[in-house]
């Protein structure tokens, strides 16, 4: 069962990093996060949000922003101490906020003290945590899989084997077909669960069983490098989403047994059906929700968004719960990416979806993405554009205007919290609206809205929409919205909540 608490949850993702920095030396940390808790619940003008997300804060290796883990039950000197950590959960706690940690499962850093010893020679204890394979007498890779990241996933070691990688080098991945990594993974989990936290984000999860054949699999071709990536991306068949999944994710959810009201949260970067099978099969459950990212992934387009509501509906219906998120630390900003001008009409759309909704640090001030540094060494695949710190000047300003896009954010979040068609109804995604147009309705016992956005260039008048001003809720910019004999003009990037009587 999904704890109750989940459904509806609007999650807020802080990388820490870039959120608040108490002690000034031009790095966030935990300390900074609980100093700004006020922002999101609790304080006079908080958000209110159900819970946060933090991005890791763990000691890593240096290359990927902290998902390059070398302990998973510390934290790393620049964020603080596991003292300022649990300050932070019952902080959250006190303010009825959930904490989920990032867990990244799929793999470590190479200095990790498993990899290190799993590295020290073929007869090592720990060689099966991560996956090797044979050196080809040619000198190429053993197989023709690419990382994440660019060229190929295998880096050769002086033991005349190769370690797989989907990401960097620096981070092999661990062999999740080995119990004793399942175990020890599940230990981990514990850990944090046993310190209070409610939960999880897990990392890239479709990552973690590979095809079996790690060698030779497809032959390389004698005239093309073996590692090329292939059309029809076959570079991902064998490493991404592969039999066996599905057992390995019963196991983390095995891992929460006896910690109700904890819940699993998957990355994905995958279509429904795919998302649904994270969630449910046979042999048990798996994960509580899984963010799929299709709308993040889709252009500021009606038909597109519908697609994938339409999707979601169909594959992810009650109970199960899908996740949404328009923005992330890997993805350039929404407000960068579809201009900004359509960041309310977007924050209206994300927070009267149904299921999780998980908010990125920044977006409620319409943050965007910063000059790419190509300095950074956390960086090297060029995303330090949307992980630039949160400027908290430009968050008070907004505080205090109600006219601001943070007042609008919270706004639409009171409205999700005390509303419970949009905390728990149902979804259904109306069709024969004007072109560029997306809307739906949500419906729960005592309550039903019809919420319509206007994504398209020009004005739209929408004549099915039969409803007195008043019954207005909320709207982007009341300007854009004209109700009149029984029809309704939205302009563009204008979009509206109605209630029905
Ligand atoms: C994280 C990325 C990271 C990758 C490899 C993703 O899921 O969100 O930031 O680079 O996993 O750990």
């Given at each position: 069962?999904?704890?109750?608490?989940?459904?509806?949850?609007?999650?807020?993702?802080?990388?820490?990093?870039a959120?608040?920095?108490?002690?000034?030396d031009g790095?966030?940390?935990?300390?900074?996060?609980?100093?700004?808790?006020?922002?999101?619940?609790?304080?006079?003008?908080?958000?209110?949000v159900?819970?946060?997300?933090?991005?890791?804060f763990?000691?890593?290796?240096?290359?990927d922003?902290?998902y390059?883990?070398?302990?998973?039950?510390?934290?790393?000197?620049?964020?603080?101490?596991?003292?300022?950590l649990?300050?932070?959960?019952?902080?959250?706690?006190?303010?009825?906020?959930r904490?989920?940690?990032d867990?990244?499962t799929?793999?470590?850093?190479?200095?990790?003290?498993w990899?290190?010893?799993?590295?020290?020679?073929?007869?090592?204890?720990?060689?099966?945590?991560?996956?090797?394979?044979?050196?080809?007498?040619?000198?190429?890779?053993p197989?023709?899989?690419?990382?994440?990241?660019?060229?190929?996933?295998?880096?050769?070691?002086?033991?005349?084997?190769?370690y797989?990688?989907?990401?960097?080098?620096?981070q092999p991945?661990?062999?999740?077909?080995?119990?004793?990594?399942?175990?020890?993974?599940?230990?981990?989990?514990?850990?944090?669960?046993?310190?209070?936290?409610?939960?999880?984000?897990?990392?890239a999860i479709?990552?973690?069983?590979?095809?079996?054949?790690?060698r030779?699999?497809?032959p390389?071709g004698?005239?093309?490098?073996?590692w090329?990536?292939?059309?029809?991306g076959?570079?991902?068949?064998?490493?991404?989403?592969?039999?066996?999944l599905?057992?390995?994710?019963?196991?983390?959810r095995?891992?929460?047994d006896?910690f109700?009201?904890?819940i699993?949260?998957?990355?994905?970067?995958?279509?429904?059906?795919?998302?649904?099978?994270?969630?449910?099969?046979p042999?048990?459950?798996?994960?509580?929700?899984?963010?799929?990212?299709?709308?993040?992934?889709?252009?500021?387009?009606?038909?597109?968004?519908?697609?994938a509501?339409?999707?979601?509906?169909?594959?992810l219906?009650p109970?199960l719960l899908?996740?949404?998120?328009?923005?992330?630390h890997?993805?350039?900003?929404?407000?960068?990416?579809?201009?900004?001008?359509?960041?309310?009409?977007?924050?209206?759309?994300?927070?009267?979806?149904?299921?999780?909704?998980?908010l990125?640090?920044?977006?409620?001030?319409g943050l965007?993405?910063?000059?790419?540094s190509?300095?950074?060494p956390?960086d090297?695949?060029?995303?330090?554009?949307?992980?630039?710190?949160?400027d908290?000047?430009?968050?008070?300003?907004q505080?205090?205007?109600?006219?601001?896009?943070?007042s609008?954010?919270?706004?639409l979040?009171?409205?999700r919290?005390?509303?419970?068609?949009?905390?728990?109804?149902?979804?259904?995604?109306?069709?024969?609206?004007?072109t560029?147009?997306?809307?739906?309705?949500?419906?729960?016992?005592?309550?039903?809205l019809?919420?319509?956005v206007?994504?398209?260039a020009?004005?739209?008048?929408?004549g099915?929409?039969?409803?007195?001003p008043?019954?207005?809720?909320?709207?982007t910019?009341?300007?854009?919205?004209?109700?009149?004999?029984?029809?309704?003009?939205?302009?563009?990037?204008a979009?509206?909540?109605?209630?029905?009587a």
């Amino acid at each position: 069962m999904t704890p109750a608490w989940a459904s509806g949850a609007v999650v807020y993702q802080v990388y820490p990093r870039a959120f608040a920095d108490a002690n000034g030396d031009g790095v966030g940390d935990l300390a900074g996060a609980l100093a700004r808790l006020d922002h999101l619940a609790g304080g006079p003008d908080a958000l209110g949000v159900d819970a946060i997300w933090l991005s890791p804060f763990y000691p890593h290796g240096g290359v990927d922003g902290g998902y390059d883990v070398t302990d998973f039950t510390d934290v790393a000197p620049e964020f603080g101490s596991l003292a300022d950590l649990d300050a932070l959960v019952a902080a959250c706690h006190e303010r009825g906020v959930r904490v989920l940690l990032d867990l990244v499962t799929g793999h470590t850093s190479d200095r990790h003290p498993w990899f290190v010893e799993a590295r020290s020679g073929r007869e090592s204890p720990n060689r099966d945590w991560y996956l090797w394979a044979d050196a080809r007498p040619d000198g190429y890779p053993p197989s023709n899989w690419v990382s994440e990241f660019g060229g190929s996933a295998w880096t050769a070691d002086p033991s005349g084997q190769s370690y797989l990688h989907s990401f960097y080098p620096e981070q092999p991945d661990l062999n999740w077909r080995n119990p004793a990594v399942r175990a020890a993974m599940a230990e981990v989990m514990q850990f944090w669960l046993d310190r209070g936290v409610d939960g999880f984000r897990v990392d890239a999860i479709e990552f973690l069983i590979k095809d079996e054949r790690l060698r030779d699999n497809p032959p390389a071709g004698p005239r093309r490098e073996p590692w090329s990536p292939e059309p029809g991306g076959l570079r991902r068949r064998w490493t991404r989403n592969q039999p066996g999944l599905g057992g390995a994710l019963r196991e983390l959810r095995r891992a929460m047994d006896g910690f109700p009201d904890r819940i699993l949260l998957g990355e994905l970067y995958a279509p429904a059906p795919r998302v649904a099978a994270a969630l449910t099969g046979p042999g048990g459950p798996r994960l509580h929700a899984g963010l799929d990212h299709q709308l993040a992934k889709s252009p500021w387009d009606a038909a597109a968004f519908r697609r994938a509501l339409v999707a979601a509906e169909r594959h992810l219906a009650p109970p199960l719960l899908p996740a949404w998120a328009l923005s992330n630390h890997d993805l350039s900003r929404h407000a960068t990416r579809w201009g900004v001008d359509r960041a309310r009409a977007a924050a209206l759309v994300l927070l009267t979806l149904r299921g999780m909704v998980c908010l990125y640090q920044g977006e409620e001030v319409g943050l965007l993405d910063g000059p790419p540094s190509g300095r950074d060494p956390l960086d090297r695949a060029g995303r330090d554009g949307s992980r630039a710190p949160l400027d908290w000047a430009q968050a008070e300003g907004q505080r205090r205007d109600p006219a601001s896009l943070l007042s609008w954010y919270r706004t639409l979040l009171t409205l999700r919290r005390q509303s419970p068609a949009l905390r728990h109804g149902s979804l259904t995604v109306l069709g024969g609206l004007p072109t560029g147009v997306l809307g739906y309705e949500r419906e729960a016992a005592s309550e039903r809205l019809t919420v319509l956005v206007n994504m398209g260039a020009r004005s739209a008048r929408i004549g099915l929409v039969r409803t007195a001003p008043d019954a207005i809720v909320a709207a982007t910019d009341l300007d854009a919205v004209l109700a009149r004999r029984g029809a309704l003009q939205l302009g563009p990037n204008a979009g509206v909540i109605i209630r029905h009587a």
